[in-house]
């Protein structure tokens, strides 16, 4: 991993402003959450926060847009079907020598996306993959639900990765998923309808994401747990090892779960939730971008980065810095 960036849009939505929106309280969200404000994407498409995270990225690494091969974007919330969100940002960056695929795996974007990038590479398909990670989940927020409207924010953060020779870079990744469980954290694309029929509308209940909490934290208690273990178990390494772990910002709730279950200093565990909520895909490469920008990441320390959410789709990359 040779390079990250990250763009945070300019609106500041905090718990405040909320508590004039919807039936809560910042004491009630800070309790049940963690959260204290989240930016969001106000005019803006999930291209256009997704390019600077992108552009940052790029020039972070001293690679350009032709000497990348392979650029893999994940998000939920696309501007379209089709061109995908890789394929607009490729003719945008002028990479005229990659080819581009789109990966919707929410919360687990990123780390499916680094195993991807990871297997190209050591397969020799490909020398420089540029992975981007972008939300604009604002689109599909009812600001009248309190369960999901404190919770999500907007943002993009990318990072490029590069086959080189040493000990450094991912060591090992474990990726899994349980459909079953799917319909815990849902956001509709096209309703089920009948294509002949002339009342062709689209629900509007049907508009927003839909999430049972409850569901989505007994998902969690096993997943994360074992993503950390099977990656240690793979390369070979011990917990008390690993100098960071950095976990999906989804809930402080979570995130103190993962503290007791391995008694880790808190301090191992990085934490950015308060300024951006949950930003699916795009909240690990954002706290990747935070603890790079912050110099927090030391050449030869290990670090665990580990996704699990809709879908339903857990993962982890361990990586020697």
């Known amino acids: 991993m040779i390079g990250t960036g990250s ?3 300019e609106t500041c939505l905090t718990n405040q402003m909320l508590e004039g929106m919807v039936e809560t309280s910042d004491e009630w969200i800070v309790q049940r959450t963690g959260i204290k404000e ?5 005019g803006k498409s999930t291209a256009e926060i997704a390019l600077p995270a992108a552009q940052r990225a790029l020039e972070d690494s001293g690679k350009s847009p032709e000497e990348i091969d392979l650029i893999i974007a994940c998000t939920a919330t696309p501007d379209s079907y089709t061109p995908s969100l890789s394929c607009v940002l490729q003719g945008k960056l002028g990479a005229k020598n990659a080819f581009a695929f789109d990966v919707i795996a929410a919360c687990s974007g990123f780390v499916y996306a680094a ?3 990871d297997s190209y590479i050591k397969c020799g398909k490909a020398k420089t993959v540029l992975v981007v990670c ?3 989940l604002s689109r599909i927020i009812d600001y009248t639900d309190r369960s999901t409207c ?4 907007d943002g993009a953060a990318a990072a490029v990765f590069e086959a080189r020779e040493g000990e450094e870079g991912i060591l090992s990744t474990y990726m899994r998923s349980d459909g079953s469980k799917g319909e815990a954290l849902l956001a509709k694309a096209l ?3 009948d294509p002949f029929s002339s009342d062709r509308e689209y629900p509007s209940s049907d508009r927003f994401l839909k999430m049972d909490g409850k569901e989505v934290y ?3 208690a096993k997943a994360v747990p074992q993503a950390i273990d099977e990656v240690i178990k793979q390369a070979g390494v011990d917990i ?3 100098d960071w772990i950095v976990p999906h910002q989804a809930n402080t709730r979570i995130i103190d779960m993962v503290i007791r279950r391995y008694g880790l200093e808190r301090e191992k565990v990085f934490v950015n939730l308060p300024y951006y909520g949950n930003t699916s895909s795009a909240s690990v490469p954002l706290c990747l971008d935070d603890m790079r920008r912050q110099g927090l990441l030391k050449k030869g320390q290990l670090a665990i980065f580990v996704g699990f959410g809709g879908g339903l789709t857990y993962g982890s990359i361990l990586i020697r810095i």
């Open 150 to 153: 404190c919770i999500f924010g």
């Open 115 to 117: 195993d991807i990038a």
């Open 38 to 42: 989240r930016r969001i994407a106000i």
């Open 7 to 9: 763009y945070q849009p």
């Open 240 to 242: 008390s090892e690993v």
């Open 191 to 193: 309703p089920v309808e």
């Open 218 to 220: 007994r998902f969690t």
């Open 134 to 136: 972008a939300e604009v």
